[in-house]
Every structure is written in structure tokens, then in C-alpha cells.
């Protein structure tokens, strides 16, 4: 199993502003995911964060709203920049492969309201 | 892509069994995941089924495959208040991949 730490838990941000996210797993692991959960909806992946490459962004998604970076195999952040209220959703990171199924672990998530 | 649908909303009454139903599109899964997500909190897994299987008992909670159908079903016995929350039902396409996601069911238990 894994344990992923995440933070922040929550935060209001201004809008125009800018807020990273920060994930910490337990384990080595190569490959980190990013979502967005808006409210009501179900996840929506962002970008698969590779250690020591740029990471691939989903449909939607792109390099200059959603900075991503992974200086290592334990962490990665995640930036939200120029927030707008539409940004508003829960953040999560995850990570596959550290179990015996292939199941996904997550983090905590992180609840952004922009305002 | 792969969809994976669910109903959006379940209410039941306590002591009642609840039937959450999913139905996907990728059949190469070597397993099916059911995960939890109680209110403010991350995902955690609840059960999965290997693909090869139709049911699974665990406690509670009992998932039925149908592979013909690409049907899953997780049913809870005996819900309790503590059950409400919102379950996914999820597949890997298999090795360190990102998971699809279903879109959710919120599940309410009335006391």
C-alpha cells in the first residue's frame, strides 16, 4: 500500500492568484496522476507526472495553467495558476503500482475555492 | 476512450441493502474497483473483483460481474448512516496506468 500526503487541505485564493499543491508518497513510484474533482462530478485526470520527464497533459489540460513538476520519485506539486472561480474542485494526486492489484492510492485532496 | 457510467443518486433507509450499479467499456481489466469517497475526504478503495470472477463476498459488501454485459454491481447489506458517501467504480487498463473513473453515485442513508 501507500501512504500520500497532500497539502494543503484547503484554501481560498483570490482570483489572478496562483497555488501549489504538494504530494508526498511513502514509496518510490514511477508514475504520479493528478485530477480534478469538480463539484458533483467525478475525476477528471489532468496530466501523468513522470519522474525526470515533462509530464503528459489530458485533453483540456494544458503546461501553462497547470505546471507540474517531479524533482523526484516520493514528490510533485502541482500549480494552479491565474485561478479563476471556475477552478474551484477538489485537487487529488495518486499514484499505481504500489499495490498487489494495480489499484490507485490517493491523497487527501486538496478543496480550492476561488473567490 | 473508455466510459464508465453510474447512476448519479441512491437513497435508502437504514438496515435497507443498497445496489449500486456500473456499467463500462474496457474489457481488458484484470480488475474492477469499487472506491469510497466519504464527504471532504481522498478516494479509498472498498473492494475490487479479479475479472475472471462473477461475485465477491466481503463482509457487507457483495460485487457481481457480469462480463456478457459489462455490467458491475456493489450491494451493501444492512446500510448504515456511515455508508453515505459517494462510490466509484473505477478499471486500470492494466500496469502503473491512470484509472477510469466512474462518474459516481451518492449514496444517502436515511436513518
Known amino acids: 500500500s501507500a501512504v500520500i500526503s497532500q497539502k494543503p487541505s484547503r484554501d481560498i485564493c483570490q482570483r489572478g492568484t496562483s497555488l501549489t499543491i504538494q504530494c508526498q508518497v511513502d514509496?518510490?513510484?514511477?508514475?504520479m496522476f493528478w485530477y480534478r474533482q469538480q463539484p458533483g462530478q467525478s475525476l477528471t485526470l489532468i496530466a501523468t507526472a513522470n519522474q525526470g520527464s515533462e509530464a503528459t497533459y489530458e485533453s483540456g489540460f494544458v503546461i501553462d495553467k497547470f505546471p507540474i513538476s517531479r524533482p523526484n520519485l516520493t514528490f510533485s506539486t502541482l500549480t494552479v495558476s491565474n485561478m479563476s472561480p471556475e477552478d474551484s474542485s477538489i485537487y487529488l494526486c495518486?499514484?499505481?503500482?504500489?499495490?498487489?492489484?494495480?489499484?490507485?492510492?490517493f491523497g487527501q485532496g486538496t478543496r480550492l475555492t476561488v473567490v | 476512450g473508455e466510459d464508465v457510467e453510474q447512476s448519479l443518486f441512491l437513497s435508502v433507509r437504514e438496515g435497507d441493502s443498497s445496489v449500486i450499479n456500473c456499467t463500462y467499456t474496457d474489457s481488458s481489466s484484470t480488475y474492477l474497483y469499487w472506491y469510497k469517497q466519504e464527504p471532504g475526504a481522498g478516494l479509498q478503495l472498498l473492494t475490487y473483483i479479479f475479472s475472471n470472477m462473477d461475485m465477491k463476498q466481503d463482509q457487507r459488501l457483495t460485487v457481481l460481474l457480469n462480463k456478457k454485459d459489462k455490467h458491475l454491481s456493489l450491494r451493501i447489506a444492512d446500510t448504515q448512516t456511515g455508508d453515505s458517501a459517494i462510490y466509484f467504480c473505477?478499471?486500470?487498463?492494466?500496469?502503473?496506468?491512470?484509472?477510469?473513473f466512474g462518474t459516481g453515485t451518492k449514496l444517502q442513508v436515511i436513518p
Open positions: 473505477a478499471e486500470p487498463p492494466g500496469g502503473y496506468q491512470k484509472v477510469t
Open positions: 495518486s499514484v499505481v503500482g504500489l499495490g498487489v492489484r494495480d489499484e490507485a492510492f
Open positions: 514509496s518510490q513510484v514511477t508514475m
